[in-house]
């Protein structure tokens, strides 16, 4: 998600200023995703080159307030009407590391599992903790994002818990460069070759 | 290894084989685990690593072959079948996916059999009956049948019955087991809200994000606790004794 879409969506509310702006975009994420003020204003000053939104008069404080233009609301809709696509997240690094240990000699992989599972459960407990002390009706949008990492957090101890298992089944091939996998182009090739051969 | 004064639970050296010869099945080998009051502790691993085993020989339901389980301090070896019985209705309470709730009895006697068993009479059997459904948010359903409840509130009925009297043990298997995602979370914050208020809980589950309400997570393989996401104090207690 761009921080651009969660300001927009914080000015639907009505017209803010930039600390205002900050303050509500941390509640809304239960402080996970925390904003430095120069962030807010870097992205109000490209929102306002792209028409999204306007800056109304300065308050007597000193404040100028924001407030969401009509483009910035077509915008913000087809940003809900869009699901979040899966190849915009950054590359799962746990996965690599576990493909990597697995074919690195030396590494035991079974610690390498067992290592990430008890530090994704120790996050688990702490998610739990906080969601355990969340239970005022307004705190429902921070525990539905504390959910979402629970359910993350989860789905990573399944997996690890999957490649467990595989582990124990796992024959390791001999070192050496990859073997050739069916539907690399030499590979079936070779068996199309092979194929003409055996028919002469 | 050292003893545990305050343990509710203290598993030392715990040992279960099933059959013997070649065909033995070492389920548990040499296990020590240690529960104190407000600490609830969960039970991972895969199918077969010893969970269910464990959470049996700390009900009583199964003795180890070596090794000593204790409730509250006392050797759960040293009771004949009576005393074994009798701490189990007092001090132990379980719950299991499959709820054993008995349909010719309503809520309220079911909650209030282990009582009654144990010589309560039935006015204060039912009172207290009546306050642990309350307690898991079912004070009026008491008079309602099993078969005219849902799974949900079943399984409610069926940990009422775990918590009713003075249980100082809470031994949960798989607890949520077909239940849907709130229901069941619902279950765990029982669980863990009789946990805080001075209980020891000990809860076996595959699912991480039901062991997540747990204090510590312990995790077996092959009958061995292998990790815990115990503070590094507590891991030295925990493991001291154990196949490790």
Redesign the interface.
């Given at each position: 998600m761009s921080i651009r879409h969660g300001l927009l969506a914080l000015l639907e509310r009505g017209q803010m200023y930039g600390y205002q702006l900050r303050a509500a975009f941390e509640e809304s994420t239960g402080s996970t995703w925390p904003l430095n003020i120069g962030q807010v204003y870097t992205t109000l000053s490209r929102l306002e080159r792209d028409g999204l939104v306007r800056p109304l008069p300065e308050s007597e404080a000193g404040q100028r307030p924001y407030e969401i233009t009509d483009a910035g609301r077509a915008d913000l809709a087809l940003w809900f009407a869009t699901p979040v696509s899966r190849t915009d997240r950054p590359r799962d690094e746990l996965a690599i590391k576990l493909a990597l240990a697995l074919t690195t000699p030396g590494v035991d992989v079974r610690s390498v599992v067992?290592a990430q599972?008890?530090a994704?459960?120790?996050a688990?407990?702490e998610?739990?903790r906080l969601k355990?002390g969340s239970n005022r009706p307004e705190d429902l949008p921070w525990r539905l994002v504390l959910d979402s990492m629970?359910?993350q957090?989860?789905a990573e101890?399944?997996w690890l818990?999957h490649c467990?298992?595989s582990l124990v089944r796992h024959q390791p091939a001999p070192p050496g460069p990859p073997a050739p996998r069916p539907g690399d182009a030499d590979a079936s090739d070779a068996a199309r070759w092979a194929d003409e051969e055996a028919r002469r | 290894m050292s003893g545990a004064d305050d343990a509710v639970l203290e598993l030392r050296a715990v040992h279960r084989t099933h059959g013997s010869g070649p065909a033995a099945v070492h389920a548990l080998r040499g296990v020590s685990l240690v529960v104190r009051p407000g600490e609830l502790v969960a039970v991972m691993g895969p199918s077969g690593s010893g969970k269910s085993t464990l959470l049996a020989l700390a009900g009583g339901l199964d003795r180890p072959t070596d090794g000593e389980v204790r409730v509250e301090g006392q050797p759960l070896g040293a009771l004949d079948r009576r005393g074994l019985a009798q701490l189990r209705r007092r001090r132990i309470g379980y719950i299991f996916q499959q709820l054993n709730l008995l349909g010719s009895l309503s809520a309220v006697e079911n909650v209030a059999l282990p009582l009654e068993l144990d010589g309560t009479g039935g006015r204060r059997a039912r009172a207290a009956a009546l306050a642990a459904l309350a307690e898991v948010g079912l004070p009026a359903l008491g008079d309602r049948f099993p078969d005219q409840l849902s799974g949900g509130q079943q399984q409610r009925v069926a940990i009422a019955r775990a918590l009713v009297g003075e249980r100082r043990l809470v031994l949960a298997d798989e607890p949520t087991g077909a239940l849907d995602s709130q229901t069941g979370e619902a279950v765990l914050h029982l669980l863990r809200r009789r946990v805080d208020a001075g209980a020891a809980g000990v809860l076996v589950t595959h699912e991480a994000r039901h062991a997540g309400w747990a204090d510590r997570v312990v995790f077996l393989r092959d009958g061995v606790l292998v990790d815990t996401t115990a503070p590094l104090g507590s891991v030295e207690q925990l493991l001291s004794g154990s196949d490790r």
């Amino acid at each position: 998600m761009s921080i651009r879409h969660g300001l927009l969506a914080l000015l639907e509310r009505g017209q803010m200023y930039g600390y205002q702006l900050r303050a509500a975009f941390e509640e809304s994420t239960g402080s996970t995703w925390p904003l430095n003020i120069g962030q807010v204003y870097t992205t109000l000053s490209r929102l306002e080159r792209d028409g999204l939104v306007r800056p109304l008069p300065e308050s007597e404080a000193g404040q100028r307030p924001y407030e969401i233009t009509d483009a910035g609301r077509a915008d913000l809709a087809l940003w809900f009407a869009t699901p979040v696509s899966r190849t915009d997240r950054p590359r799962d690094e746990l996965a690599i590391k576990l493909a990597l240990a697995l074919t690195t000699p030396g590494v035991d992989v079974r610690s390498v599992v067992q290592a990430q599972r008890s530090a994704t459960m120790r996050a688990l407990q702490e998610l739990t903790r906080l969601k355990y002390g969340s239970n005022r009706p307004e705190d429902l949008p921070w525990r539905l994002v504390l959910d979402s990492m629970v359910f993350q957090a989860e789905a990573e101890v399944r997996w690890l818990d999957h490649c467990e298992t595989s582990l124990v089944r796992h024959q390791p091939a001999p070192p050496g460069p990859p073997a050739p996998r069916p539907g690399d182009a030499d590979a079936s090739d070779a068996a199309r070759w092979a194929d003409e051969e055996a028919r002469r | 290894m050292s003893g545990a004064d305050d343990a509710v639970l203290e598993l030392r050296a715990v040992h279960r084989t099933h059959g013997s010869g070649p065909a033995a099945v070492h389920a548990l080998r040499g296990v020590s685990l240690v529960v104190r009051p407000g600490e609830l502790v969960a039970v991972m691993g895969p199918s077969g690593s010893g969970k269910s085993t464990l959470l049996a020989l700390a009900g009583g339901l199964d003795r180890p072959t070596d090794g000593e389980v204790r409730v509250e301090g006392q050797p759960l070896g040293a009771l004949d079948r009576r005393g074994l019985a009798q701490l189990r209705r007092r001090r132990i309470g379980y719950i299991f996916q499959q709820l054993n709730l008995l349909g010719s009895l309503s809520a309220v006697e079911n909650v209030a059999l282990p009582l009654e068993l144990d010589g309560t009479g039935g006015r204060r059997a039912r009172a207290a009956a009546l306050a642990a459904l309350a307690e898991v948010g079912l004070p009026a359903l008491g008079d309602r049948f099993p078969d005219q409840l849902s799974g949900g509130q079943q399984q409610r009925v069926a940990i009422a019955r775990a918590l009713v009297g003075e249980r100082r043990l809470v031994l949960a298997d798989e607890p949520t087991g077909a239940l849907d995602s709130q229901t069941g979370e619902a279950v765990l914050h029982l669980l863990r809200r009789r946990v805080d208020a001075g209980a020891a809980g000990v809860l076996v589950t595959h699912e991480a994000r039901h062991a997540g309400w747990a204090d510590r997570v312990v995790f077996l393989r092959d009958g061995v606790l292998v990790d815990t996401t115990a503070p590094l104090g507590s891991v030295e207690q925990l493991l001291s004794g154990s196949d490790r």
